[in-house]
């Protein structure tokens, strides 16, 4: 197989973003919104009613805190201390209460307060606020906590800028198939949700198109991956064309030429 060579690409599409819908989590914890997203201003201060709620037939603590995140490339979180990130907002959240005791199918309101630091800012910052109960314990030993997370996005109003870039594309030919890798990074400052396509061309014939997974979240300075599965080639010089959509004005891509023998 030649070795494989990345080339940018500029498509030029007006498309709407995609949107996550809030939603609830763990077992008879949830908390709604489950995605707050804010448009501030230097210096502002915003404040948004959270509604936690205890659906179990059990009696619990809730304790509520703010940690920035990581998501990798395979899209796994990762929960740090408050200011790790240097686009963090978690020092910006205050929370009351933050802790409190919920009774069998009760809720509380609680007010997240965000007070935007009088500074230049630029793009988008983020948190999530961690909304976990006491750990009680179990049969056999084991003890239990219910952990859920609402992210806190705060950007500040007139300085987004999306966008995305593929940092890699690879093709292994197999006997049976042929391997794909595709790898993107958040290069804007904000987060994105990623789709898009994988084509695999001879000459001018489109011979296979493969769909990357839909709406692939990627934080701000983050990078994703996934891989593909696409069907056995007969022996020819091949292109690889990966379209991603990030919901900008425009999409963006790469492409590599390889052989099949």
Do not use: C
């Amino acid at each position: 197989m030649r070795a494989p060579h990345l080339a940018a690409l500029a498509l030029g599409a007006l498309l709407a973003a995609p949107t996550l819908t809030a939603g609830a989590a763990g077992p008879g914890l949830s908390v709604l919104p489950g995605k707050i997203d804010l448009t501030v201003g230097p210096a502002g201060t915003y404040n948004v009613p959270l509604l936690v709620r205890n659906s179990s037939d059990a009696a619990t603590h809730v304790v509520i805190a703010a940690d920035d995140f990581t998501l990798d490339e395979d899209g796994n979180y990762t929960y740090l201390a408050p200011g790790t990130s240097p686009t963090s907002d978690a020092r910006w959240l205050a929370i009351n209460p933050r802790e409190f005791d919920l009774a069998p199918d009760a809720f509380q309101q609680v007010q997240l307060t965000v007070t935007v630091p009088h500074q230049t800012l630029a793009g988008e910052y983020a948190a999530a606020l961690l909304v976990q109960t006491r750990a009680t314990r179990r049969a056999a030993g084991l003890t239990f906590s219910a952990r859920i997370a609402a992210k806190v996005y705060a950007t500040i109003d007139g300085t987004a800028k999306p966008a995305a870039a593929v940092t890699g594309l690879s093709a292994a030919v197999g006997p049976q198939n042929t391997h794909y890798h595709v790898a993107f990074r958040d290069v804007g400052n904000t987060h994105l949700y990623v789709k898009g396509r994988l084509e695999i061309r001879r000459g001018d014939a489109l011979v296979q198109v493969l769909s990357l997974p839909p709406s692939m979240l990627v934080e701000r300075g983050g990078e994703r991956s996934v891989d593909l599965t696409g069907a056995h080639l007969a022996p020819a010089s091949y292109e690889a064309v990966a379209i991603l959509d990030y919901g900008g004005a425009t999409r963006t891509g790469g492409r590599i030429r390889f052989d099949a023998r």
